[in-house]
C-alpha cells in the first residue's frame, strides 16, 4: 500500500458524517467534546439562545417553566440541537447535565444514548429540567409492550408532576399515537399534561406557542407555571429560499480544511481534492445546489442535515466501504501509483451524484457490463506494450475491481433514487450538447480554464482517443461491439460531467419553475408585491387550464360524481375553481389546491410535471396518467357535495347514464326541473 506522507486528516472527520458514521447520529459524549465538524447558524440557534435561560430557575428569578417540542423526522438537526443546548448549559450556565442514574454525560461510553437528561443547576440535588433528544425510543427496549408514545406520556406527567421545565425531540408519529390512543380515555384525556398533546397535534402552524402561564397544580414544584411552544423542522429546507446547503458547503470547503493538500505531490489527480476545486468555486457550487434543488422538489421531501452531511462527506472524503482502515489519502495514491485512473474518475462530483450506482462507469446491467468488459479484454491485445499507462487503466477495469456503489443517502443516491430520475440521459439531449461533450475525446471538450476539468478527466480523454486508434488495427474480433462497448463507456463520464457543468438534468426547466412556485407561495400574504399576486392569479387560471386539459373529452365545466351521474353547468365553473396555497403539511416540498369548503388536494412537482407537458401539448393524451388526478378530482367532488349543489336553483345540470346507451339531462333554472333525453 502507498502511503501518503500529506495526509489530509480532515478527510478522515468526513467520513463520521456518513450516514452509518459515528456522528451521523448525536450521542451526548459527543456534545461536550468538541464542537460539530461543519456547523452553520440556523433559526434553531436563537430558541437555543432562550432556552438556555428560560428552562432555569435562575436562583429564583424565573417562576416559570419551558416546555418546548422539536417535532420533526430522523435526521433534521434536533439531536445536534441539544448538543448545542447542553453545551451552553454547561459552559455558559454552570449546570450538571446528567442521565436519569445521574452519571455525567461526559462520562457515558461512546455509543450510550439516554432516554433522558436531567438539567441541575448549579450544586442544586434536584433536576430544573429534562431533556428527551429522541422520543421515539423507549428506555427499556427489551420490555413487553413497549411503545414510545405512552413512555412520552410518562414522561409528561412525570415533568407536570415535579413542576420541572421540558424539552421533548419527537417525530409527529409518536405525538398523534399518544393522541389517538388517549383520547378516549377518561383517565388521560381531561389531565393537563395531555391536553399539550392535543394542541400540538391540533396545530396548523410551523411553530408557535399554546400555553403562557399555565399553573401547576402540584405540591412539590421546582416552578409554579409553565409555558409550552413547539417547533416543527421538517418543513425546513436547507436549498429553498435559504442557504444553509451552501454554507455548509463553503465551511467544508474552506481553506483552512485544504490547506495541506496544495503541498501534496498527487493533488492534481485527487478526486476529493478536485471537487473540493469544484465546489469551492461560486458559479460551480451553483449548478451542485441547482441539481439537489431539484431533487428535493422532485421528491416531495426536503434533504434533512444528516443526508446534507452525508452527500458533502461523500463528495469530499469518498465511501469508508473502500478503504478498509486505510486513510483516504492513501487509497488515491495506491490508486494513482497503479494507475487504476478509472476508479479515481469514478468518485468525481458529477459521477458521485448521477451514476454513484455504476461501478468504474460501466453499465450497471450485468449481462450488458459483461459484454463491454469481454470486448476491452480483447481490445487490451491490441495496444501497444510501450503504453503502460493505458495498458494498467484498461486492466483495473477488466479484473473488475470497483469502488463500492453502496454510497449511502439510498433515498437520492440509489439505483433508483432520486438522482436517478433526474439523470440528464434519461431525456433526448441536443446535438449541439452531443457535439460538444461525445463527439471527439480530445479536440471537442475544453480542458482549460475551469476548475472543473481536471489532469483526471485530460488522462481519461487521453486513454479512450488511445482505446480508439487501437481499434483501427483490430482485425480478429467485431470492430463494431468494441467501439459500442467504449462509446457507452466513455458516454457515462462525459456526458453527466457536460450536463452538470451545464445545469442540465431531466425535467430541468419545469422543477426549477415549480421551486420559483414554491418560494412564492411561502412568502406572507402582506410581504407579496403586486408582481408576486399577478403571478399567483395567473397561476390559478392555467392550473384550471391544465386539470381541464386533462379531463379527456369532458367539458371543463362538468364534474363526474359517479360513473351515472355527472354535475354539469354554469354552477361548476363559478364556484369549483381551483386555487393555489401553501401546502402546511410538516415535510413537504409542494403545494396545496383548494376548492371551496375547505377541500384540498396535494399538489406535489412529480404532478406538475405532467400536467405541464400535457397542457404544452408535449404529451399524447394516451400516455397521460389519469390516476394522478384521482385526488383533485375526489376534493372537487366533495367541494361539490359541501356547496349543497342539490339545492341550486339555477344554472345546475344532472347528466344521468342509465347504461343502455341513453342518457337523460336534468336541468334546473328558476328553481324548476327540466328533464331531456340526450
Not at 430522523?74 to 448549559?89: E, H
Not at 439531449?429 to 480542458?447: G, N
Request: glycine share 6%.
Amino acid at each position: 500500500m502507498v502511503s501518503n506522507a500529506n495526509q489530509n486528516d480532515f478527510l478522515q472527520e468526513l467520513l463520521a458524517l456518513q450516514q452509518d458514521g459515528k456522528y451521523a447520529i448525536s450521542a451526548p459524549t459527543n456534545w461536550t467534546n468538541h464542537e460539530p465538524l461543519l456547523e452553520v447558524s440556523t433559526e434553531i440557534d436563537a430558541i437555543i439562545d432562550e432556552l438556555k435561560t428560560a428552562l432555569l430557575r435562575d436562583n429564583g428569578a424565573n417562576d416559570t417553566a419551558r416546555w418546548h417540542f422539536f417535532v420533526g423526522s430522523p435526521g433534521n438537526g434536533k439531536s445536534a440541537a441539544m448538543g448545542k443546548l447542553c453545551r451552553r448549559l454547561i459552559h455558559e450556565k454552570g449546570c450538571q447535565v446528567l442521565d436519569e442514574r445521574n452519571i455525567p454525560i461526559t462520562d457515558l461510553e461512546p455509543t450510550t444514548i439516554p432516554y433522558a437528561i436531567n438539567i441541575r443547576e448549579g450544586s442544586n440535588r434536584f433536576a430544573s429540567a429534562q431533556i428527551v433528544q429522541d422520543a421515539s425510543v423507549v428506555r427499556k427496549p427489551f420490555a413487553p409492550d413497549v411503545d414510545p408514545a405512552t413512555e412520552l406520556l410518562e414522561t409528561l406527567k412525570y415533568s407536570w408532576e415535579k413542576g420541572i421545565s421540558l424539552v421533548i425531540c419527537t417525530n409527529r408519529g409518536v405525538l398523534e399515537k399518544a393522541h389517538r390512543d388517549n383520547h378516549m380515555n377518561r383517565d388521560v384525556n381531561s389531565t393537563p399534561w395531555f391536553k399539550v398533546i392535543k394542541a400540538i397535534v391540533k396545530a396548523t402552524l410551523p411553530s408557535g406557542e399554546i400555553g403562557r402561564g399555565c399553573e401547576f397544580d402540584t405540591r412539590k414544584r421546582v416552578f409554579n407555571k409553565v409555558m409550552i411552544k413547539y417547533n416543527h423542522l421538517d418543513n425546513r429546507s436547507l436549498l429553498l429560499e435559504r442557504d444553509i446547503f451552501e454554507r455548509l458547503l463553503q465551511n467544508a470547503t474552506s481553506n483552512e480544511h485544504w490547506d495541506r493538500c496544495g503541498s501534496c505531490s498527487v493533488h492534481t489527480m485527487c478526486p476529493f481534492k478536485t471537487n473540493r476545486d469544484w465546489l469551492a468555486d461560486d458559479y460551480a457550487r451553483r449548478l451542485v445546489l441547482q441539481l439537489l434543488k431539484r431533487a428535493e422538489v422532485l421528491s416531495g421531501q426536503v434533504i434533512v442535515f444528516r443526508e446534507a452531511l452525508a452527500i458533502i462527506s461523500l463528495l469530499l472524503a469518498g465511501c469508508p466501504r473502500d478503504y478498509d482502515n486505510i486513510h483516504p489519502c492513501d487509497w488515491v495514491s495506491s490508486k494513482i501509483a497503479s494507475n487504476d485512473i478509472f476508479s479515481l474518475a469514478t468518485r468525481r462530483i458529477y459521477m458521485s451524484l448521477f451514476v454513484s450506482c455504476s461501478p468504474l462507469g460501466l453499465e450497471t446491467i450485468e449481462r450488458l457490463r459483461n459484454r463491454q468488459l469481454d470486448a476491452f479484454h480483447k481490445l487490451k491485445n491490441d495496444i501497444d506494450e510501450r503504453n503502460t499507462r493505458t495498458r494498467a487503466a484498461i486492466e483495473h477495469v477488466i479484473v473488475y475491481q470497483p469502488p463500492s456503489t453502496d454510497v449511502g443517502v439510498t433515498r437520492l443516491l440509489g439505483e433508483n433514487g432520486i438522482m436517478a430520475s433526474l439523470d440528464p440521459c434519461r431525456e433526448t439531449l441536443t446535438a449541439e450538447f452531443y457535439d460538444r461533450w461525445d463527439l471527439d475525446f480530445v479536440e471537442a471538450v475544453p480542458t482549460s480554464g475551469s476548475p472543473c476539468l481536471t489532469e483526471i478527466e485530460r488522462t481519461c480523454f487521453l486513454i479512450w482517443k488511445e482505446l480508439e486508434e487501437s481499434l483501427e488495427l483490430a482485425s480478429d474480433y467485431s470492430v463494431s461491439e468494441a467501439h459500442w462497448a467504449l462509446r457507452r463507456w466513455s458516454s457515462n463520464f462525459l456526458l453527466h460531467l457536460g450536463a452538470l457543468l451545464e445545469g442540465r438534468s431531466a425535467w430541468a426547466k419545469e422543477l426549477d419553475d415549480f421551486a420559483t412556485l414554491l418560494g412564492l407561495m411561502a412568502k406572507p400574504l402582506a410581504s407579496r408585491s403586486l408582481e408576486d399576486r399577478r403571478k399567483i392569479r395567473a397561476l390559478d387560471a392555467n392550473l384550471e387550464n391544465i386539470l381541464n386539459s386533462s379531463m379527456g373529452n369532458q367539458a371543463p365545466s362538468t364534474i363526474e360524481l359517479s360513473a351515472a351521474v355527472t354535475l354539469a353547468g354554469p354552477w361548476v365553473s363559478d364556484n369549483l375553481k381551483p386555487k393555489m396555497v401553501g401546502s402546511k403539511a410538516s415535510g413537504s416540498v409542494s403545494l396545496t389546491i383548494e376548492f371551496s369548503e375547505g377541500e384540498q388536494a396535494v399538489f406535489a412537482a412529480r404532478m406538475y410535471l405532467w400536467l405541464t407537458r400535457r397542457a404544452e401539448g408535449k404529451l399524447d393524451p394516451r400516455c397521460f396518467p389519469q390516476e394522478i388526478l384521482a385526488g383533485i378530482r375526489d376534493a372537487r367532488v366533495r367541494a361539490a357535495a359541501k356547496g349543497k349543489y342539490a339545492f341550486i336553483d339555477d344554472n345546475i345540470e344532472l347528466l344521468i347514464n342509465t347504461g343502455t346507451g341513453e342518457q337523460f339531462r336534468l336541468s334546473r333554472g328558476d328553481g324548476e326541473v327540466d328533464v331531456t333525453n340526450d
